[in-house]
């Protein structure tokens, strides 16, 4: 299971969010595609799944274990995510 809520990330350089008020809950087994323009934002997504980018506020779940809100922040390798 993933569950994202209020998800907001933005790159240092960029004035404004480039990922905001992000929400999706995915229950185990289930098939999602990612779709979206030419740096809407997909990847930059999957690296904060993954722990690999970091948001400024907001919450992932996994498997009902918190790896990212304003308290945690479980590591990369930690997390049992991969990303190719």
Do not use: C, Q
Not at 18 to 47: A, C, P, Q, Y
Request: aromatic share 8%; net charge positive; glycine share 10%.
């Amino acid at each position: 299971m993933l569950k994202i809520n209020n998800l907001h990330f933005k790159y240092k350089n960029s004035k404004t969010d480039n990922i905001e008020d992000f929400n999706i809950n995915i229950k185990k087994g289930e098939i999602v595609g990612i779709l979206g323009e030419s740096g809407s934002g997909k990847s930059t997504m999957l690296r904060i799944i993954a722990g690999l980018e970091s948001a400024y506020k907001g919450s992932i779940v996994i498997d009902d274990k918190v790896v990212y809100d304003n308290k945690n922040f479980i590591e990369p390798e930690n997390r049992g995510i991969g990303m190719v």
